[in-house]
């Protein structure tokens, strides 16, 4: 069995150390693939493990918000790194994206699937539909959802736990033979394989 790190911030124990702001200062494609098995932490108890990414790459990439440049909408992509990035989406759904590169590259990863550690209870009455378990974060919307971020948490600071949420690692290392697939419910940029999963795992989401 791994050895778990455990890390502390104001007296609270984490299930891991949270990652530093120099992870995310890279290309948004490399990041994607070292965020899966790391894990998507709130203080009010609610974690899931990351099992499921998708890469934007700011000016290069059609099918970024940020492609055009920066507005009042995707301010926050052009932020520092580590931030979390939220929008509202189909009128209906809000997402979820880690900040990655440098300040003003408009670049990030878009957090698709958890698998549920903690804070189960909360998850399903978050999202009393689900039928499993597995259908709790399977998916940017639902895993907003479940752990209960909304647009207050646009801008927030992964690095430094703002508004209550982190990414840590626990010492699971990303897989070693991610899928990688074209991003889902995009019009342009459609043969990128810029979507990565964990092999197998049964919270991916689905097309």
Same mark, same amino acid.
């Given at each position: 069995m791994a050895m778990v790190r455990v890390g502390r911030l104001r007296g609270m124990a984490l299930p891991g150390e949270i990652l530093p702001r120099s992870f995310y200062r890279r290309d948004p494609r490399v990041v994607a693939v070292d965020l899966l098995n790391k894990i998507l932490y709130s203080a009010d108890g609610r974690s899931g493990r990351i099992v499921e990414t998708?890469? !934007?790459?700011?000016?290069? =990439?059609?099918?970024?918000?940020? !492609?055009?440049?920066?507005?009042?909408?995707?301010?926050?992509? @052009?932020?520092? %790194?580590?931030?979390?990035?939220v !929008? @509202?989406?189909?009128?209906?759904?809000?997402?979820?994206?880690?900040?990655?590169?440098?300040?003003?590259?408009?670049?990030?990863?878009?957090?698709?699937?958890? +698998?549920?550690?903690?804070?189960?209870?909360?998850?399903?009455?978050?999202?009393?539909?689900?039928?499993? =378990?597995?259908?709790?974060?399977?998916? %940017? +919307?639902?895993?907003?959802?479940?752990?209960?971020?909304?647009?207050?948490? =646009?801008g927030i600071d992964l690095v430094a736990f703002g508004g209550g949420f982190c990414i840590v690692d626990d010492g699971t290392a990303p897989p070693a033979d991610p899928v990688a697939t074209p991003r889902i419910g995009v019009s342009r940029a459609t043969d990128e394989n810029w979507r990565w999963h964990v092999r197998g795992d049964g919270n991916v989401s689905r097309r």
């Open positions: 998708e890469a !934007y790459c700011g000016d290069l =990439d059609p099918a970024a918000h940020s !492609y055009r440049g920066k507005t009042a909408r995707n301010a926050t992509m @052009f932020g520092p %790194p580590g931030m979390m990035y !929008y @509202f989406t189909y009128g209906m759904h809000w997402c979820c994206n880690a900040v990655c590169g440098e300040v003003d590259e408009g670049v990030g990863v878009l957090l698709r699937a958890l +698998a549920p550690l903690s804070g189960l209870q909360a998850m399903r009455a978050a999202r009393p539909k689900a039928r499993r =378990d597995e259908d709790l974060c399977s998916g %940017p +919307a639902r895993l907003t959802q479940a752990m209960g971020i909304r647009g207050e948490q =646009d």
